[in-house]
């Protein structure tokens, strides 16, 4: 949909939006009251348990549950012979094989069999009693080594249209973006690099473990509760797989426990439908961090070449990256994203991207925040600072030399609108942080991040009570705080105070289809489809003043929460308050609500610089982050206690991306360190506070300017911390994560 | 006509051309005439595409209108985390 002339951005002076007000969610998630998706529960409820491979890929010739099925408390038992096969949808069918494996089990933890029991300890019995008849298959988890012609071989036919004859059946697609001429830029430069970058698969990491309660009747008619980022996804997808039609389904969601883009898909919850068909019981099921490791999405890991020639006073010439990851057992990794986003930040003549898709025996990515994004900027952003200071140049002048503007024919593409690239180089070239002196070991680093941002379908029902409090219910989880934003929207419109506003997240059955809560689209999407519901309900209560006062609707106008007569035609009444209002509906046509469905388009691509200092330790090789400082476009940030955790979140994940994280395989392509003891996340302790700097271009495709923030921040980390740590080593680094035995491994090698 | 820009890698599907011209007023027209023109695009259609219409993106809007002179991008779609 085209957004209306009134969509668009108008300037305004705000009360509500831009202020700091209290979290709704917040007593209750400090005091233990937040229901999350394992504190559901439902009389009668089982329990069920997975039976996982512990093999990497393996041909599954039976699976005899008998004994398991005989164990007293032992309800049911489902394989994969208990669902139906999907023969016309590709993209589905790849989920239900992620959920229940088929013939093959195709990676360490692929699911094979599930129990529903009375008791998670009968249930973790009976998985024992299961006998799984496998053939033991080679297996690759390596990107490159498994777009060898020689690699062993997951799936046959897969190929696309776009990979050329002659490569693994392991390459399933690629993709080309760019303009110019790769040689001739080339040519014009005073230097080239090439070089190769490898960055691990890494978790994100949410806290909360997958979980969710299911519950069918023989009526056909099923309920589900879980934590996800989409519960109407949830829903379609598990409709589809259960061949139930969606109105039949209704799907709740849960508080979520963070996301970051893994729970934009299933694991669970077909497998606990079809165990609650089989039952005729609701069905409760809850990972443990383990399986949430071994397999759930983490992202891609990437190997990618890069090629850059630059002139000596920092002028790009050209540039060329060749990008492979690799997104697990199925089709889908990010490397689009990867390949339209990594010279994204700068415009260039003469630009090109290869990436190419490729499947290896490692649980199906799933997305990440700014899915693909991070590694290729982290091999683009690590080239770049390599010449800027080969030519002993000032790396942000650089970046500002070459920035993408107004007007830019992005390498992926499309001609830039106003962006706010430029701002946030700017802003970190006058930060204190940018002049602050180094000591021994320590170095600094910079690198520029950008992500697409979209739209997508919405819907918002705004209630006004009979007592003139609102109720807004939106269909979107709230994982980074929407249901603030959304109030803070709906109270700036009525101009009514925030308080007065409560938001909600409905269920499945409440609202018309909404788009997972991803792409950092919610602000943005739902907050204009809050506001254009607030403006039904304002035109609504006008309507209803000019009914008591006896004028004509467009002798009405809204200002400060209430109805006024707008001149002096008019006549002299006093104003009508929304709660004035509110004690009348009844009186003058019922109820009063606001509501707007839509696809917004127009999201407004983001960008963002960061800064960071790193100390080396020459004898250990670890690295301790000494200060880091997030620039990023928020276009209006409508709750900046939100807006800075979105900047500091995304920081802290690519500081763990860049540092410590990454999925340990070995030799037998089994996963060694599926637990948080031996997978090392960022905690508190290890970091300092996070500065954050809030730009605001106002987006001009929405009503109050807003920008989706929630991905670009984790695009530049893993490039500013290899910067910093490269600078404090003394030696460039190019492979992540930079843990203490690579970084000593590379001071050694000086 | 619209021009058309696609990505690199659809130009195997399209007479080796990166940009292609269209008859199109609307979205949907232009993702039925690219599919019509060159079915070796189909593939790649079912499978996804966003639009980049003068600097914009679009991933489903069937009737957004289409200027002569718009700046008319095939992207993959776009997706999120």
Not at chain 1, 107 to 127: E, Q, R
Not at chain 1, 376 to 387: F, K, N, Q, R, T
């Amino acid at each position: 949909m085209a957004l209306d002339d009134k969509q668009q951005y108008q300037t305004r002076e705000f009360k509500v939006v831009g202020t700091r007000v209290k979290r709704p969610d917040g007593v209750d998630k400090v005091t233990g009251k937040a229901r999350f998706g394992a504190d559901m529960s439902a009389p009668g409820m089982l329990i069920a348990r997975v039976l996982r491979s512990p093999h990497a890929h393996a041909r599954i010739n039976s699976i005899d549950t008998s004994a398991a099925e005989a164990l007293p408390g032992v309800h049911a038992v489902v394989t994969r012979a208990d669902f139906n096969e999907i023969t016309d949808d590709d993209f589905t069918a790849d989920i239900l094989d992620n959920c229940m494996a088929g013939d093959k089990a195709l990676y360490d933890g692929h699911a094979v069999a599930a129990v529903a029991a009375n008791s998670p300890a009968v249930a973790k019995a009976a998985l024992k009693l299961i006998k799984v008849d496998y053939d033991l298959l080679p297996h690759v988890t390596d990107v490159d080594a498994a777009m060898a012609k020689d690699a062993p071989v997951l799936h046959e036919g897969r190929t696309n249209e776009s990979v050329p004859d002659g490569m693994s059946p392991n390459v399933l697609a690629r993709y080309e973006f760019g303009h110019g001429d790769i040689e001739a830029g080339l040519a014009k430069a005073d230097r080239v690099i090439e070089r190769t970058y490898k960055t691990e698969a890494t978790h994100q990491g949410y806290i909360e473990p997958h979980a969710c309660l299911a519950s069918m009747g023989p009526d056909g008619q099923a309920d589900l509760w879980c934590c996800t980022q989409g519960h109407y996804m949830v829903r379609n997808t598990c409709a589809t797989i259960m061949g139930l039609e969606q109105g039949q389904l209704r799907v709740t969601a849960s508080e979520i426990g963070g996301g970051f883009g893994g729970k934009t898909t299933v694991f669970l919850e077909p497998v606990a439908l079809a165990l609650s068909k089989k039952t005729g019981r609701p069905v409760k099921m809850v990972m443990s961090r383990s399986e949430v490791l071994r397999a759930t999405g983490p992202t891609a890991s990437s190997s990618i070449d890069v090629r850059i020639g630059m002139t000596k006073d920092g002028r790009i010439t050209a540039a060329f990256a060749e990008l492979r990851y690799q997104g697990g057992a199925y089709p889908g990794s990010p490397v689009e994203f990867g390949s339209m986003s990594a010279f994204a930040p700068y415009d260039l003549e003469n630009v090109k991207t290869v990436g190419w898709d490729v499947v290896t025996n490692r649980p199906k990515q799933a997305a990440y925040r700014a899915p693909g994004a991070p590694m290729a900027a982290y091999a683009v952003e690590s080239a770049i600072d390599e010449l800027a200071k080969g030519f002993d140049l000032d790396p942000l002048a650089v970046r500002l030399k070459n920035a993408a503007r107004e007007g830019t024919k992005a390498s992926y593409g499309p001609t830039f609108p106003a962006i706010g690239l430029e701002a946030t180089l700017r802003a970190a070239k006058d930060h204190p942080h940018w002049t602050a002196p180094l000591g021994e070991n320590q170095g600094r680093g910079v690198a520029c991040g950008f992500w697409f941002n979209f739209g997508g379908d919405t819907c918002v029902t705004l209630n006004i009570t009979p007592d003139g409090t609102v109720t807004v219910s939106e269909g979107n989880p709230d994982i980074g705080g929407s249901r603030a934003s959304m109030s803070m929207m709906a109270a700036e419109e009525l101009g009514i105070p925030y308080e007065q506003v409560r938001t909600i997240v409905a269920d499945t059955g409440s609202l018309g289809q909404n788009e997972v809560t991803d792409g950092s689209r919610v602000t943005f999407a739902v907050g204009l489809a809050t506001i254009e519901a607030a403006r039904a309900a304002k035109r609504e209560m006008c309507k209803r003043a000019a009914m008591v006062w006896g004028i004509e609707e467009d002798a009405v106008k809204w200002e400060d929460g209430a109805a006024h007569p707008a001149g002096e035609n008019a006549g002299k009444h006093p104003p009508m308050t929304l709660k004035d209002i509110a004690a009348v509906a009844s009186n003058t046509g019922g109820p009063i609500a606001g509501h707007h469905e839509a696809n917004p388009e127009g999201a407004g691509v983001s960008f963002a610089t960061h800064m960071v200092d790193t100390e080396v330790d020459p004898d250990t090789g670890a690295v301790k982050i000494l200060r880091y400082t997030v620039f990023q476009d928020a276009g209006k940030a409508v709750h900046p206690d939100y807006v800075e955790g979105q900047f500091q979140g995304g920081a802290v994940q690519g500081i763990g991306w860049a540092l410590n994280e990454e999925y340990i395989y070995g030799d037998d392509g089994v996963l060694q360190n599926a637990g948080f003891l031996d997978y090392r996340i960022p905690v508190a302790s290890d970091l300092p506070m996070i500065d954050t700097v809030i730009l605001e271009i106002p987006n001009p495709g929405h009503p109050y300017g807003v920008r989706g923030v929630g991905e670009t921040s984790i695009v530049p980390p893993l490039a500013a911390v290899s910067n910093s740590v490269s600078e404090a080593a003394g030696v460039r680094l190019t492979q992540l994560p930079m843990s203490p035995p690579k970084v000593l491994s590379a001071l050694h090698s000086k | 006509m619209v021009q058309v820009k696609i990505w690199g890698s659809l130009a195997a599907m399209t007479d080796d051309q990166t940009e292609i011209e269209i008859e199109a007023s609307t979205l949907r027209e232009l993702l039925d005439g690219l599919a019509g023109k060159y079915p070796g695009l189909k593939p790649q259609l079912d499978r996804g595409v966003s639009v980049a219409i003068d600097g914009r993106v679009y991933n489903d809007g069937w009737f957004t209108p289409i200027k002569p002179d718009s700046e008319v991008v095939l992207l993959a779609r776009l997706k999120g985390g």
